[in-house]
């Protein structure tokens, strides 16, 4: 079992960065890729970044590719989306989630609850 909580989300103005936090529960912390995805209004949700369970591969979707960044600390249980140059477009529920691979395949065995962000413009 793994629990996520993500952290970090909050108002921000256009041209501007965030930094979210996914915290992770369970000892299989460092055997699971982890991925970011954002759900807007309306909107389904989607794939925004993934990071292999070493940290060694990353991906990124074309919509945010050169602005976000991923990360993880896998002494600290935790994965970071670092967010520079942010749209209004941007705005939407971001969400953590542990992948049941250790490179990233879209397999989603856990989510966490989701933190907003807003940019305004």
């Known amino acids: 079992q793994v629990q996520l909580v993500e952290s970090g989300g909050g108002l921000v103005q256009a041209g501007g960065s965030l930094r979210l936090s996914c915290a992770a529960s369970?000892?299989?912390?460092?055997?699971?890729?982890m991925g970011w995805f954002r759900q807007a209004p309306g909107k389904e949700r989607e794939f925004i970044a993934a990071?292999?369970?070493?940290?060694?591969?990353?991906y990124f979707a074309d919509s945010v590719k050169g602005r976000f960044t991923i990360s993880r600390d896998n002494a600290k249980n935790t994965v970071y989306l670092q967010m520079n140059s942010l749209k209004p477009d941007d705005t939407a529920v971001y969400y953590c989630?542990?992948?049941?691979?250790?490179?990233?395949?879209?397999?989603?065995?856990?989510w966490g609850q989701g933190t907003q962000v807003t940019v305004s413009s």
């Open positions: 989630a542990a992948d049941r691979s250790s490179h990233y395949q879209g397999a989603i065995d856990y």
């Open positions: 369970g000892r299989t912390f460092s055997r699971n890729a």
């Open positions: 990071i292999s369970a070493s940290g060694g591969s990353t």
